[in-house]
């Protein structure tokens, strides 16, 4: 079941330094909501606390509130390992297990969750292939490198291993930026068909892509060189685009910052 994001004056700090302040969002289920803003803004750090990604670097704490329907994902008795299970994530670079076949890395995450049985193993990488666009393409081949893949292949094999799992939210960090236009398009129309079931949050530079693939869109923003990003203006993705509410939303948008 997709869920639903509340989060609550969320502060993200890497030691002393706050890399985000004070953001409070909503993300609705079975919708696409993608962060757009200028380089450094705290974009992919902020998509990093709604798993507890941004944990695995030294000093990394937040305080403030991220709520999965009615889980505190902060609460001292949760397990960030169970929070990455949930809430899964695909990196701006695909980054398949290289010496690992197509097949084993669509399954990994199941072995690491203790299913064995070679059926249940077989049935859900075909399924997860399929719901990546990708099974067609390698049915024939997964026993082949998962590294051996076209890029645009590679991150649509990762989008499969993080849905293999079977999460709830689906975060996606820049997840084309390192494609060619043919491979982006594939992306974006698996972002599409993807939202029917999950929870998508995705990282972009690409204001086009933004505006193709989402429902709502969050513009972050830093104040000067050294503050922390902060979240601007967050709204349906077409108000965002046609009618913000905030002139440096509107000046970024239309190309005269960032």
């Known amino acids: 079941m997709a869920k639903r994001i509340d989060v609550s004056d969320l502060n993200v700090y890497y030691g002393a330094f706050k890399a985000v302040e004070g953001v409070t969002m909503t993300v609705e289920p079975r919708s696409v909501t993608a962060f757009i803003g200028p ?10 606390t709604l798993n507890r990604m941004h944990e695995v670097i030294p000093g ?27 809430v899964g994530m695909v990196f701006q670079r695909p980054n398949p297990f290289p010496t690992m076949s197509i097949y084993d890395n669509v399954a990994a995450g199941l072995r690491l969750n203790g299913v064995k049985g070679r059926k249940k193993l077989d049935e859900v990488v075909e399924k997860s292939l399929n719901g990546a666009n990708l099974w067609n393409e390698v049915k024939d081949r997964l026993n082949k490198p998962g590294a051996g893949l076209s890029g645009g292949q590679q991150q649509r094999l990762c989008i499969a291993r993080a849905i293999a799992v079977e999460p709830q939210v689906l975060l996606m960090d820049e997840p084309c930026s390192a494609l060619d236009p043919i491979s982006t398009l594939a992306i974006e129309d698996l972002i599409s068909e993807l939202k029917s079931q999950y929870t998508i949050v995705i990282v972009t530079h690409n204001m086009q892509q933004a505006a193709r693939v989402s429902d709502q869109t969050a513009f972050f923003n830093l104040a000067a060189t050294g503050k922390p990003g902060k979240l601007i203006e967050v709204d349906n993705t077409q108000k965002i685009f046609n009618n913000p509410g905030v002139k440096a939303t509107e000046d970024y948008i239309s190309g005269r910052f960032g």
Do not use: H, I, W
């Open 60 to 86: 990394g704490r937040v305080e403030g509130k991220v709520m999965l329907d009615d889980q505190d994902l902060y609460a001292s008795n949760v397990d960030p390992v169970a929070v990455r299970r949930t």
């Open 39 to 48: 380089s450094g803004c705290g974009k992919s750090t902020f998509l990093r």
